[in-house]
């Protein structure tokens, strides 16, 4: 499915195509929470096209959906493309607060990946905007969850790094 949607060999037309039918087929049913979870998945190919612009506005487009359905893992995901994508924008403000509320949703589920998944983002806001004690105490929390996620050890040698601690790093 991910080669058809475009993601593997980069042909973005394609998968354009293909979440239009998506979200038509969604809309035409009135299934909101199928078009929540498609407009999220738009969002990250966009995201990977580097279509920046399309990619927030499916991104917001999704929490709403997702609110409005209590579908809280498609706004888990809705929230973490947000954060990734207000990121690259220079927004790390809005990358946090999207941040925030994703864990706050992932932890009310207590879903181990979304939790996982959303300290990461709290751990790269933190650490991109320098505040050390946060992306610290964000990748604690993260690694005592999982200990092997490579995105938390990623981010916990540069962090370590950043700070001087070249034997820690």
């Not at 949607?5 to 009135?30: K, N, T, V, W």
């Not at 990619?55 to 487009?61: F, I, T």
Request: hydrophobic share 45%.
């Amino acid at each position: 499915l991910m080669d058809r949607m475009g993601m593997e060999e980069g042909d973005s037309e394609a998968a354009q195509e293909a979440f239009g039918r998506a979200l038509a087929i969604a809309r035409r049913e009135g299934d909101t929470g199928l078009e929540a979870r498609t407009l999220t998945q738009a969002a990250q190919v966009d995201y990977f096209h580097f279509c920046w612009r399309e990619s927030l506005e499916h991104s917001v487009q999704a929490l709403e959906l997702a609110r409005r359905v209590d579908n809280p893992y498609a706004e888990v995901e809705a929230h973490y493309s947000a954060m990734c994508i207000r990121l690259v924008l220079g927004d790390p403000e809005g990358a946090r607060r999207h941040a925030a509320a994703g864990l706050a949703v992932a932890e009310r589920l207590r879903d181990g990946a979304g939790i996982t998944g959303a300290l990461w983002a709290n751990n790269i806001v933190s650490q991109l905007k320098g505040d050390w004690r946060a992306a610290r105490d964000f990748s604690d929390r993260g690694l005592a969850v999982a200990p092997m996620d490579s995105r938390l050890l990623g981010c916990r040698v540069l962090l370590e790094y950043e700070v001087g601690d070249f034997g820690g790093g």
